[in-house]
């Protein structure tokens, strides 16, 4: 059975670090595209970062480029989301996502990932 569950979030104040973990189960992180969203009441869910399968390239939004870094561990089947920096505009429930396919500059669209965590809140105050 495919899981993805998210852990790491919490209250953090401004210019603060948080990291985020997405443990997988039921297949190997490696052979997956795996994205991590974010969505804050009452606006769209937004693409944060995505690393791919083939050759582990890194994508980020424009909005957290320079703070946050993904990164894989293989031998734990997790994908990590290492935030730094933190704004109150980066608070948000945060989700991971996997797909086989490979995404390249189209993991942004969450429509292209077949399997979803639960979730973790970051709240990013003072």
């Known amino acids: 059975q495919v899981q993805l569950v998210e852990s790491g979030g919490g209250l953090v104040q401004p ?6 973990s997405c443990a997988a189960s039921g297949f190997t992180v490696d052979y997956y595209a795996v994205g991590w969203f974010r969505q804050a009441p009452g ?8 690393i791919m399968s083939s050759d582990g390239s890194t994508y980020y939004a424009d909005s957290v480029k320079g703070r946050f870094t993904i990164s894989r561990d293989n031998a734990k089947n997790t994908v990590y989301l290492q935030m730094n920096s933190l704004k109150p505009e980066d608070t948000a429930a945060y989700y991971c996502a996997a797909t086989i396919v490979d995404l390249r500059d189209r993991w942004q669209d969450a429509v292209h990932y077949d399997y979803w965590g639960q979730g973790t809140q970051v709240t990013v105050s003072s």
């Open 43 to 50: 606006k769209e869910r937004e693409g944060v970062s995505c």
């Open 15 to 20: 210019g603060g670090s948080l990291r985020l």
